[in-house]
């Protein structure tokens, strides 16, 4: 989904964001704005009422979301959290359900605004900035209290100072030097992987010269006895062996006349800075956790909130009555599955072992002659389950959809007094839509009889 917004307001707290206390942290966008199918349906899956960016961010603040599947007990109105917001925001190769995480978003913006301030001065807004704030070095100065929040932040990024990854911004941005012009000899990030005045802060303290640029000081000559070294007083012999170790660095630097230089981003020299890369960089995990597992409930003809159903399902994050008792939310007595077979209704009990629901998979492989173990755990039971022995991919896929289709079922008909064969019936059913809106050709007898061969597998 696409469109442009007039108005937005977008929460920014890149730093101490404190809700409702004594900042209101809020800045009024305009652009475009993109959201995916996914995060606009998952957010309309979430019952999420209007203006509640601010809750996501509370939630944020108490690390957990609340998913709206209470339907037990008198306590309707006290919020359970089921699945920790961090693991929902988790990209979905690290296993979450790759909803776009706010702070980390709103970094990768702003650092579009750093990214514009380097490379397009000649804009209106730039001179409106230089004008407001003043510039030094070819650096926007950064206007100490009188400047906005957005500058702050703005600023915080581009100087490192943020709480959202640290220096991610001027790590990753240097002047690449054509003639040396542009580029300032302490400030910009040009040789090395900081800039000068970091590497040799000594040497920058005593300089006479701070906001020479590169030309200058190589027209000066920065061989060790140049004249591009000028001290605020005589140096001390190790500072002049500082001086040896700096330019010794310059030995190999050669300018090149009629080329001007410019910035770049190192993660793509190329294409320079995009939102979506730098929220990429700034949401990147380490160790991904069971990639695996995570791919398996994301099937492209499963809907969307039965998909995230199954992800919950396989952490074993759905209000099951046990999960109710562990919470506080219902009484031990009470726990007992709605079978009456006598066990707490806990997950695995519910989907795999109940002498009532656990007989679907019975009904199931038979419909589909597929046979096998029934494993005591729920992920084992979905690998299990889709990783039939030499099993083709379009056929795993279908298994797939099936095993998810089935936990759905259960979980929706439960509490109705439904047998096994009202279930398959269901499994039957939906599998068959499912499938038919992807082109599917067979009527519903033969898919009821045969469903491999309407998917042409063997
Ligand atoms: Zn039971």
Redesign the pocket.
């Known amino acids: 989904m696409n469109g442009r917004v007039t108005n937005l307001n977008l929460p920014c707290f890149t730093d101490d964001f404190i809700i409702g206390i004594n900042k209101n942290k809020t800045h009024c966008l305009t652009g475009e704005f993109h959201l995916s199918l996914f995060e606009l349906e998952f957010l309309n899956y979430l019952n999420l009422r209007n203006n509640d960016f601010k809750s996501i961010h509370s939630s944020l603040d108490r690390k957990n979301l609340s998913l709206d599947n209470n339907t037990y007990g008198s306590e309707k109105n006290r919020k359970i959290f089921w699945v920790a917001w961090s693991s929902i925001c988790l990209r979905k190769e690290y296993g979450g359900l790759g909803v776009r995480q706010l702070r980390e978003f709103n970094c990768s913006l702003l650092g579009k605004w750093c990214w514009r301030m380097l490379v397009v001065r000649e804009g209106f807004w730039y001179r409106v900035l230089v004008a407001h704030y003043g510039e030094e070095a070819g650096r926007l100065e950064d206007g100490g209290r009188s400047g906005s929040c957005w500058w702050k932040d703005l600023v915080k990024i581009r100087d490192g100072l943020g709480d959202v990854g640290g220096g991610w911004f001027a790590e990753r941005v240097s002047k690449r030097v054509g003639d040396g012009s542009s580029t300032f000899y302490w400030y910009d990030r040009w040789l090395g992987d900081v800039p000068l005045r970091t590497q040799f802060s000594r040497l920058f303290d005593l300089a006479n010269n701070k906001l020479c640029t590169v030309a200058d000081m190589c027209a000066l000559g920065w061989e060790v006895s140049g004249e591009a070294w000028s001290w605020r007083r005589r140096l001390w012999a190790w500072e002049e062996e500082m001086v040896v170790e700096c330019s010794h660095f310059f030995s190999n630097v050669v300018l090149q006349t009629g080329v001007p230089d410019r910035w770049q981003w190192d993660p793509d020299i190329g294409g320079g800075y995009t939102v979506s890369g730098a929220y990429h960089i700034l949401t990147a995990q380490s160790d991904p956790p069971d990639v695996w597992l995570n791919d398996l409930v994301w099937h492209k003809q499963v809907p969307l909130k039965v998909s995230i159903f199954a992800w919950r399902l396989l952490r074993d994050r759905l209000p099951t009555k046990l999960n109710l008792v562990r919470r506080g939310l219902l009484n031990v007595e009470a726990a007992s599955?709605i079978?009456g077979?006598g066990?707490d209704?806990s997950t695995t009990?519910?989907f795999l072992h109940?002498?009532?629901?656990g007989l679907l998979w019975q009904s199931i492989r038979s419909w589909l002659s597929v046979e096998g173990v029934e494993p005591y755990d729920i992920i084992d039971h979905f690998y299990q389950f889709i990783h039939y022995t030499g099993s083709s991919k379009k056929r795993t896929s279908f298994l797939q959809l099936i095993w998810i289709l089935s936990v759905w079922v259960v979980w929706n008909e439960r509490n109705i007094q439904t047998t096994i064969d009202q279930l398959l019936e269901k499994v039957k059913f939906h599998s068959f839509w499912w499938l038919k809106a992807h082109n599917f050709v067979y009527g519903s007898q033969r898919w009821w009889s045969d469903p491999f061969l309407c998917l042409g597998i063997d």
């Open positions: 599955c079978a077979c066990h209704e009990h519910l109940c002498d009532t629901f």
